[in-house]
């Protein structure tokens, strides 16, 4: 399984954009790029998941090149809501496939502040 | 609110004694999953259903661990002669296989937070 890298902790402000980049780069074909939002005291919460090019939600994007080895989550003008860790996970897209498990590393610390 | 649910929240226990979870995932969901997590860390997979099949189990889960899900819907986590390092949040997480082939999105209970003394 395709391990990730991504910074141990990022600070903003209210109101800024907020990239996080995360390296993978053994990504595999059937891989697809999920990320995951936790509070403390809560179990994490999916945010956004893609396999190329760029997804966007309701809460945030999605950009990944063309070569896959990397993902950049972009929250638009985070909130003190927003502090929270965010988790990249690369995982096996194939139907049916028993390898949906997931393996977060220790993902990235966001800090909002006022 | 039909989300996954965990029980208890808390548990404190003395080293030695046996201890149990309950996760109730969402009701269409027939997938499963066990985590741990301690602080700092990010989750770590224990172990998985699909239905009421144990599909895979993680190297963490030791023969002090047993989890079951008898009907395919909720599923309990027991962990036997509890030691100081199973302290950790145990966490629950269901999904139901997609469609398209994408990566399940897993939905997450609130966890159980275990300490052992």
């Known amino acids: 399984l395709a391990k990730t890298t991504q910074p141990i902790s990022m600070d903003s402000y209210e109101g800024q954009e907020v990239n996080i980049t995360c390296s993978h780069n053994n990504i595999a074909t059937n891989d697809y790029i999920t990320w995951y939002q936790q509070f403390p005291s809560q179990g994490p919460r999916f945010i956004i998941q893609g396999y190329k090019t760029k997804v966007t939600n309701e809460v945030a994007s999605l950009f990944i090149p063309a070569d896959r080895k990397s993902s950049t989550l972009s929250l638009p003008r985070v909130s003190l809501s927003d502090t929270a860790v965010y988790y990249c996970?690369?995982?096996?897209?194939?139907?049916?496939?028993?390898?949906?498990?997931?393996?977060f590393g220790r993902g990235t610390q966001l800090t909002v502040w006022p | 609110d039909t989300g996954v649910s965990q029980d208890p929240r808390h548990k404190i226990t003395k080293r030695g004694q046996n201890v149990t979870f309950r996760c109730d995932p969402i009701?269409?969901?027939?997938?499963l999953y066990w985590y741990r997590q301690t602080l700092g860390q990010g989750p770590e997979f224990l172990t998985y259903f699909q239905n009421e099949a144990q599909l895979e189990k993680s190297r963490l889960l030791s023969d002090r661990f047993s989890a079951e899900r008898p009907k395919g819907s909720f599923s309990t986590l027991e962990i036997q002669r509890t030691e100081q390092g199973d302290s950790a949040m145990y966490l629950c997480a269901s999904s139901s296989e997609l469609n398209r082939g994408f990566t399940d999105t897993q939905y997450f209970g609130p966890g159980t937070r275990l300490t052992v003394l």
């Open positions: 996970l690369v995982g096996d897209g194939r139907r049916g496939s028993t390898l949906g498990r997931l393996y």
């Open positions: 009701s269409e969901h027939n997938r």
